[in-house]
């Protein structure tokens, strides 16, 4: 698998990166062209992000795995994934309309079809667009909704100011190898890398790997503004090397993966050695959306109270902290939610305490119950953390969980650890309720790593003894 540009991963950078310039190593472009073929290239960027079908629209990544059909959120009929091409049955003619815009017909085959001969590549359902998915052989069903409140939301892509400063001239050394990369999800993977960009920043040497697939360098690369002034990584295009292995890396052109803009892509990470330990104050920093909650006065989008709302949480992402998934049983089966709000409270009685938003749709179920089990995260279970704070979809296909014996609520496989009790109060704070537990039974795994969440990244803990 190539670091980003194999089928299954090439899809997850956004369209509208903007094709790699000629290198030349010693070229300074004048600030005004520059901050014209900047802005420019920044402008087609927003319009591709915000496509009616771009990836801002992205609602949906669900996994189809087996022969036995099923449902998939918000879609008509069941998905099965058959002889490598999902197929679609149990809908009515007119729910899927083929890229021409004639009715499909159950069954509907989704795919290649070049490879499939009768499948479609895509198919809308209701104004959203539907379309297969895959890595490494498995199957999943993505749905592009214009309507998604992360597109409609959408107000800007910010970023750094344009300088001249930031276009480092680099050598490209081929080394061809393969190296560990983890994806959005948790998903872990070997990935083909082809060589290193090698470049200078304030006078120290610095690499990153890149793959090298025709006229450009693709990179996945990470740096010390992470967190706290951009995205948790970022993408970078690089022109490919001339005769002599001379390009150049044109930080400004740095931009945020499609995951930036919904949580339903499986975007790589940067590789092991792609983390600058330098600031890189070029290119895009994060995706700016709307405000639509009410501020005082009754008026929307205050300038001040944004600001205000954006420094609380940019302080209080400055806490490192474990995640946790809350579960209980409900009338239709399993509940469980994400959950950074934890803490113990007291030894004496054993207490701890979790909190969940007045909004939250495991509300209920939580109140009704009276019983839960807090998971404590491990390392390797990312894609859970991310799996279940999303809403409107299948939280539990592929958990893998046992009932706790005392109160019968999902204790999952492979975490870290586990608190399971009762609860005996239910305190109001703000737009979150506080509940607190008394714990009946609980559970460690002192081999398993925990899962640790900082500055809008996960991270891994280094012991310092």
């Given at each position: 698998m190539s670091l980003v540009a194999r089928a299954e991963v090439a899809e997850e950078q956004v369209a509208g990166a903007g094709e790699a310039r000629a290198a030349d190593p010693e070229r300074r472009e004048p600030g005004e062209a520059l901050t014209r073929d900047w802005?420019?290239?920044?402008?087609?960027?927003?319009?591709?992000?915000?496509?009616?079908?771009?990836?801002?629209?992205?609602?949906?990544?669900?996994?189809?795995?087996?022969?036995?059909?099923?449902?998939?959120?918000?879609?008509?009929?069941?998905?099965?994934?058959?002889?490598?091409?999902?197929?679609?049955?149990?809908?009515?003619?007119?729910?899927?309309?083929?890229?021409?815009?004639?009715?499909?017909?159950?069954?509907?085959?989704?795919?290649d079809p070049a490879v499939t001969p009768g499948a479609s590549p895509e198919v809308t359902s209701g104004g959203a667009l539907v379309r297969p998915f895959a890595r490494?052989?498995?199957?999943?069903?993505?749905?592009?909704?214009?309507?998604?409140?992360?597109r409609v939301g959408l107000d800007a892509i910010d970023a750094f100011?344009?300088?001249?400063?930031?276009?480092?001239?680099?050598?490209?050394?081929?080394?061809?190898?393969?190296?560990?990369?983890?994806?959005?999800?948790?998903?872990?993977?070997?990935?083909?890398?082809?060589?290193?960009?090698?470049?200078?920043?304030?006078?120290?040497e610095h690499r990153l790997a890149g793959a090298l697939r025709g006229g450009a360098i693709s990179v996945v690369f990470g740096d010390a503004t992470n967190g706290v002034?951009?995205?948790?990584?970022?993408?970078?295009?690089?022109?490919?090397?001339?005769?002599?292995?001379?390009?150049?890396?044109d930080f400004n052109r740095a931009y945020l993966p499609p995951c930036a803009?919904?949580?339903?892509?499986?975007?790589?990470?940067?590789?092991?050695?792609?983390?600058?330990?330098?600031?890189?104050?070029?290119?895009?920093?994060?995706?700016?959306?709307?405000?639509?909650?009410?501020?005082?006065?009754?008026?929307?989008?205050?300038?001040?109270?944004?600001?205000?709302?954006?420094?609380?949480?940019?302080?209080?992402?400055?806490?490192?902290?474990?995640?946790?998934?809350?579960?209980?049983?409900?009338?239709?089966?399993?509940?469980?939610?994400?959950?950074?709000?934890?803490?113990?409270?007291?030894?004496?009685?054993?207490?701890?305490?979790?909190s969940i938003a007045r909004t939250s749709k495991s509300l209920a179920a939580v109140r009704a119950s009276g019983r839960v089990v807090i998971n404590f995260l491990g390392a390797a279970q990312r894609h859970l953390s991310a799996q279940f704070a999303r809403s409107g979809t299948d939280k539990w296909s592929g958990v893998a969980w046992t009932p706790a014996a005392d109160n019968g609520s999902p204790v999952l496989d492979e975490v870290t650890g586990w608190v399971a009790g009762d609860i005996e109060r239910e305190i109001e704070a703000g737009d979150h309720l506080i509940f607190l537990v008394r714990v009946s039974a609980l559970h460690t795994a002192p081999d398993v790593e925990p899962l640790v969440f900082h500055r809008g990244s996960y991270r891994e803990l280094e012991y310092m003894i």
């Open positions: 802005r420019a290239w920044q402008r087609e960027r927003l319009a591709a992000a915000t496509a009616p079908h771009g990836p801002a629209a992205l609602v949906l990544t669900q996994w189809v795995t087996g022969a036995e059909p099923r449902e998939v959120a918000g879609l008509p009929g069941r998905w099965a994934a058959v002889d490598g091409v999902l197929t679609a049955t149990g809908f009515a003619t007119g729910d899927y309309l083929l890229p021409g815009g004639a009715a499909a017909t159950a069954p509907l085959w989704l795919g490494e052989g498995v199957l999943a069903v993505r749905v592009f909704d214009p309507e998604a409140p992360g100011a344009p300088d001249a400063d930031w276009i480092v001239p680099a050598r490209f050394e081929p080394n061809q190898r393969t190296v560990p990369v983890e994806l959005a999800d948790g998903h872990r993977t070997l990935a083909d890398t082809s060589g290193d960009l090698v470049f200078e920043l304030a006078g120290a002034e951009s995205y948790g990584f970022r993408f970078l295009t690089v022109p490919a090397p001339d005769a002599a292995g001379r390009t150049a890396v803009f919904s949580d339903q892509f499986v975007c790589p990470l940067p590789a092991p050695g792609n983390r600058l330990p330098v600031r890189i104050a070029a290119g895009e920093r994060t995706v700016r959306r709307r405000e639509t909650a009410q501020v005082e006065g009754g008026e929307a989008g205050d300038a001040d109270e944004k600001a205000r709302t954006r420094r609380y949480r940019d302080v209080m992402g400055a806490f490192p902290s474990g995640v946790t998934i809350v579960t209980t049983q409900g009338e239709d089966g399993p509940v469980g939610f994400t959950c950074q709000s934890f803490y113990s409270v007291s030894i004496d009685p054993p207490l701890v305490s979790f």
